[in-house]
C-alpha cells in the first residue's frame, strides 16, 4: 500500500511540475478550460435532475412485496406426505 501511494504521488509531483514549468498564460488558459467543462457538466447535471422531478409523477405505486420462496417450483409431495413416508 506505501508503494502504491508513492507511485500516485510521484506521478502527481511530476504533473505538478509539468503544470508549474509552462507559461502563466497557458496555465490560467488551462484552469479556465477545465472550469468551464466541470460548470458546463454541473449545469447539465442540474438541468437533467430538474427535468426528471418536474415530470415525475405525483401517486406512489404500492405494491406487496413477494416472499422469493413461494414463487420457486413447489415439489408435487407435501412436507407432511414426506413425513409421513419417513415414520413407516
Do not use: C
Amino acid at each position: 500500500m506505501k508503494k502504491l501511494r508513492a507511485t500516485i504521488t510521484d506521478y502527481f509531483d511530476k504533473l505538478n511540475d509539468r503544470f508549474s514549468a509552462l507559461p502563466l498564460r497557458k496555465q490560467k488558459q488551462y484552469t479556465l478550460y477545465f472550469f468551464v467543462g466541470y460548470l458546463l457538466l454541473t449545469a447539465i447535471v442540474i438541468l437533467k435532475v430538474w427535468y426528471d422531478a418536474g415530470k415525475s409523477y405525483k401517486t406512489i405505486d404500492i405494491k406487496h412485496i413477494e416472499n422469493p420462496v413461494l414463487k420457486k417450483k413447489e415439489t408435487p409431495t407435501s412436507l407432511q406426505d414426506t413425513l409421513i413416508l419417513f415414520k413407516k
